[in-house]
């Protein structure tokens, strides 16, 4: 596969980037419907649904195409909480998907300091193989070092992704194997939604370090926060208290954007 993506140029020297793949047994045609609609207050993320509303998130994962969410591009932008959206910045119908966070329109550089993307490539064996890519540029100070950290961010972005990138390979395979379909108006498939006593140990043990880091990150936000002077902070705190309940998202985009340099 290619080690170059589009939207890459958007963020040309990432401090790091992390790359999740899966192989999918349907075209890129059957797979893009499910991305298209990614979002919260659209399809949802396919992944820990539970764990994303206990913070607030109101995610409702949805187990078939919808037809009103089918384009990116109209809808500008993805919610990752009621609070808190990522700009829609390229969209390739049936191939590429990204997103990105650009920065406030105050600043005079415009500089992307993170992109999160996925693309969709048909493989000889006519199977479509996912890729999903989260790339960072780590901020100056040491919160924003600790914040955009791969060892913080990465085992997080795993655990959420690996959930996700399986739910989207039994929806849109099912989907396949039940239609045979170039277009799908609403069909309910089966879903990979599973209850707590169906994951493994090994599951439940990451989705609770998962909760515990997304609380402590928040925790350590909304203290900053608290003390911080309004002046030191760029917009209104109070919109800012709930940006930070957005998992990993929240507390990032606080210590990347909030603090007034």
């Not at 969709?120 to 040491?142: D, I, M, N, Y």
Request: aromatic share 8%.
């Amino acid at each position: 596969m290619a080690t170059a993506w589009p939207g890459d140029e958007l963020l040309p020297a990432p401090s790091w980037t992390v790359t999740h793949a899966v192989t999918i047994q349907a075209s890129p045609e059957d797979v893009w419907p499910w991305l298209a609609q990614l979002g919260q207050g659209r399809g949802g993320f396919y992944s820990f649904e539970r764990l994303e509303n206990l913070i607030g998130c109101r995610m409702a994962n949805t187990d078939r195409v919808l037809a009103e969410h089918q384009d990116p591009t109209a809808a500008g932008q993805i919610r990752l909480h009621p609070q808190a959206a990522l700009p829609v910045a390229l969209v390739e119908p049936g191939r590429d998907l990204v997103l990105a966070d650009s920065g406030p329109p105050a600043r005079q550089q415009r500089v992307t300091e993170g992109l999160w993307s996925f693309h969709l490539r048909p493989t000889p064996e006519g199977t479509t193989r996912l890729v999903e890519r989260l790339s960072f540029r780590a901020g100056s100070t040491w919160p924003e070092k600790l914040f955009t950290s791969p060892a913080l961010i990465e085992p997080i972005s795993f655990v959420m992704s690996q959930e996700m990138l399986r739910n989207i390979t039994a929806l849109a395979g099912t989907a396949h194997r039940t239609s045979e379909r170039t277009t799908m108006t609403g069909k309910t498939t089966s879903t990979q939604v599973r209850r707590w006593s169906e994951l493994s140990s090994g599951q439940q043990t990451a989705v609770l370090t998962l909760a515990s880091l997304q609380v402590s990150l928040a925790v350590a936000a909304w203290t900053d926060l608290a003390f911080r002077p309004a002046e030191q902070v760029n917009g209104r705190k109070a919109s800012w208290a709930a940006v930070i309940a957005v998992n990993l998202v929240g507390p990032t985009l606080y210590f990347l954007r909030g603090i007034r340099r």
